[in-house]
C-alpha cells in the first residue's frame, strides 16, 4: 500500500500530460472544423490555416511526450506506447497536412505541389512551430504537474549524443525511410496506412532517438530546441535542417531516378 501511494503523484503527472495532450488535440480538431465551414472560399488562407493548427498540435504534444521520455529514460516501453499512439492520433486527424517542411519538399520536388503553395506551407509551419513553443512555455509555468517547469522550456538541452558525422547520418536515413514509406504507403488502406506509419516512427524513435532524438522534421527541432540553434546555430541547422533534406533528396534519386536505371538496364541486357 505504501508503495502505491508513492507511486500515485507519478500517475497523477502523467495523467496531467495526457490530460493536455488530448484537450490540445481536441481544440484543434474544433479549430479545423470551423476553418474548413468558414474559410474553405479562400484557398490560400485555408491552406495556411490547417497547416499552422497541424504543425501546432504536432509540436506541443511532441513537447509534452518528450517530457515524459525524461523521467525514466532506463525504461522506454511507455514512451514508446505513447508515441506509437499519438502518431496514430496524428495519422487520423491532421489530414491533408504535412506538419513537416520535408513532406513540402518531397511533394514539391515530385510535382505534386507548386512552389507559391509550398512556400506557403512551409510558413505555415515555421509560424505553428514557434507558437507551439510560446504556448507549451505557458501552459508549465501554471504548475500542472511537478514535470512542467518553465524554465526547463527555455533551456538548451542538447539532445545530439554523437559527433556530427553520426548525427547527419541518422537523420539522414530516419527521413529518408519515413518519407519512402509515406510515400509508397499511399495505395495502402488508410487505417493500416496509419499504423504502419506508426509503427515505423515508434521503431526510428526507439533507434535513433538515444543518438539525436530522431525528430527528422526541420519544423519540430526548431520548436523542441529553439535555445539550442541560437546557441549552436549551424551544428543544429545541419543535423536538424539539411540532413532530413538530405535524406528526402537520397529518396527521390534513388527511387525516382537510379531504380529505374538499373531496373532498364537490367532488361536491356537481358533482351540481349
Not at 57 to 82: I, N, V
Not at 217 to 238: G, V, W, Y
Request: glycine share 6%.
Amino acid at each position: 500500500m505504501t508503495a502505491l501511494r508513492g507511486l500515485w503523484p507519478e500517475v497523477q503527472d502523467n495523467c496531467t500530460s495526457l490530460g493536455l495532450m488530448l484537450l490540445l488535440v481536441l481544440f484543434m480538431g474544433l479549430a479545423r472544423v470551423v476553418t474548413r465551414q468558414q474559410l474553405h472560399r479562400f484557398t490560400m488562407i485555408h491552406t495556411f490555416v490547417l497547416e499552422f493548427l497541424a504543425t501546432f498540435q504536432l509540436c506541443c504534444c511532441t513537447h509534452e511526450l518528450q517530457l515524459l521520455s525524461e523521467q525514466e529514460p532506463a525504461h522506454p516501453t511507455w514512451p514508446l506506447t505513447l508515441v506509437y499512439f499519438f502518431s496514430l492520433v496524428h495519422g487520423l486527424t491532421l489530414v491533408g497536412t504535412s506538419s513537416n517542411p520535408c513532406g513540402v519538399m518531397m511533394q514539391m520536388l515530385l510535382g505534386g505541389m507548386s512552389s507559391e503553395t509550398g512556400a506557403l506551407r512551409l510558413s505555415a509551419q515555421l509560424i505553428g512551430a514557434l507558437c507551439s513553443r510560446y504556448c507549451v512555455s505557458v501552459l508549465w509555468s501554471l504548475g500542472l504537474s511537478k514535470y512542467h517547469l518553465d524554465e526547463r522550456s527555455l533551456a538548451c538541452r542538447n539532445p545530439i549524443q554523437v559527433d556530427l558525422p553520426k548525427a547527419i547520418i541518422t537523420e539522414a536515413i530516419c527521413s529518408f525511410i519515413f518519407h519512402s514509406a509515406l510515400l509508397h504507403f499511399q495505395e495502402v488502406r488508410t487505417k493500416l496506412r496509419i499504423h504502419l506509419l506508426a509503427a515505423i516512427i515508434t521503431f526510428l524513435v526507439y533507434t535513433g532517438g538515444s543518438l539525436t532524438g530522431a525528430v527528422f522534421n526541420p519544423a519540430l527541432a526548431l520548436s523542441l530546441h529553439l535555445k539550442c540553434f541560437d546557441e549552436a546555430f549551424l551544428r543544429f541547422f545541419i543535423v536538424y535542417w539539411l540532413a532530413p533534406s538530405l535524406g528526402i533528396l537520397l529518396m527521390i534519386l534513388m527511387f525516382n531516378f537510379f531504380l529505374p536505371w538499373l531496373y532498364n538496364n537490367h532488361t536491356i541486357n537481358k533482351n540481349e
